[in-house]
């Protein structure tokens, strides 16, 4: 068994050279024994972009492309294996970081987000709440980062 790290972040303009070489490098440097690293660029655009943002509960529709950072370790993984897991997890995120568009792809859950409820659905939250207390009002669907049911 494993266990998996990850963080994601939506980009609207292309990666300068430079941040790619970083990551790149970052994603070979200093291996540790057990370790999986993986950089998933997913494009997006396309028929994505063609759906309005408030049309669906899903707000990501300006983004030209996702980044995910995932590492993975074996499940019995000692405490300093897993902290240099989420450490090279924080610096791959932060290398891209600044070109970033500020939202993340909500079904790679991200519990370092100070602000996931706006990072995940972005204007789309007040609708998604209203909609939540009119299916769920007794938030029997929940996860630590879900909406809440609310006006």
Known sequence: MRTGFAKSEYFRRPLPTEAIAALLDHLAAARAPGQQRTLDFSPWGGAYNRVPAAATAFAHRAERFLVKHDVVVAADADGAARAGARRWLARSWALAHPWAAGRVYPNFPDPDL????????????????????AYDPDDVFRSPQAPAPGA
């Open 114 to 133: 100070d602000d996931w409820a706006a990072a995940y659905h972005a204007e789309n939250l007040d609708r998604l709440r209203r909609v939540k207390a």
